[in-house]
């Protein structure tokens, strides 16, 4: 299985209640390697381009709100099928309907304030990552 990257969000609700740490042990545990990080406050202009692809679902106004309520840590992981193995150990997107021992379900408090980011395709990922990182950040 290749080598590969994924990008990450660590939400403000997790920041907030001070579990940075606690998501990124989990994300190395899954066998993610932290290759770029920063903590950052989004813009209402970068949340809702960052989010432009969910502009007509009811919750982008909530769900931009939110993502602006406080800092986040963007991240670059990197690792076998980096993509898929985030989005296990992520969890489902509602905690309530997410496996024991997923970050969601261990950390997360509601379907909107749910901990984590997680690209959901390697196309994704290249985007997102290049729109919060230069190359000269991500260092492998
Ligand atoms: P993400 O993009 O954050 O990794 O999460 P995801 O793929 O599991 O979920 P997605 O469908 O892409 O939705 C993006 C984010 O929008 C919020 N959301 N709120 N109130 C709602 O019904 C609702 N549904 C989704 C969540 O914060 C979700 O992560
Ligand atoms: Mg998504």
């Given at each position: 299985?290749?080598?590969?990257?994924?990008?990450?969000?660590?939400?403000?609700?997790?920041t907030?209640?001070?579990?940075?740490?606690?998501?990124?042990?989990?994300?190395?545990?899954?066998?993610l390697?932290?290759?770029?990080?920063?903590?950052?406050?989004?813009?209402?202009?970068?949340?809702?381009?960052?989010?432009?692809?969910?502009?007509?679902?009811?919750?982008?106004?909530?769900?931009?709100?939110?993502?602006?309520?406080?800092p986040?840590?963007?991240?670059?992981?990197?690792?076998?099928?980096?993509?898929?193995?985030?989005?296990?150990?992520?969890?489902?997107?509602?905690?309530?309907?997410?496996?024991?021992?997923?970050i969601?379900?261990?950390?997360?408090?509601?379907?909107?304030?749910?901990s984590?980011?997680?690209?959901?395709?390697?196309?994704?990922?290249?985007?997102?990552?290049?729109?919060?990182?230069?190359?000269?950040?991500?260092?492998g």
């Open positions: 299985m290749a080598v590969t990257r994924t990008f990450s969000i660590i939400k403000p609700d997790a907030r209640r001070n579990q940075t740490g606690a998501v990124t042990k989990m994300l190395e545990e899954a066998g390697r932290v290759v770029a990080s920063k903590r950052i406050q989004l813009s209402k202009e970068q949340a809702e381009g960052f989010y432009a692809v969910h502009k007509d679902r009811p919750f982008y106004g909530e769900l931009c709100n939110f993502m602006t309520s406080g986040v840590v963007v991240q670059v992981l990197e690792g076998e099928d980096a993509v898929k193995r985030n989005r296990d150990i992520m969890g489902a997107t509602n905690p309530a309907d997410a496996a024991p021992g997923t969601r379900k261990e950390l997360a408090e509601s379907i909107e304030a749910n984590v980011h997680g690209s959901d395709s390697e196309e994704n990922a290249a985007t997102e990552i290049a729109f919060f990182f230069n190359d000269d950040e991500i260092v």
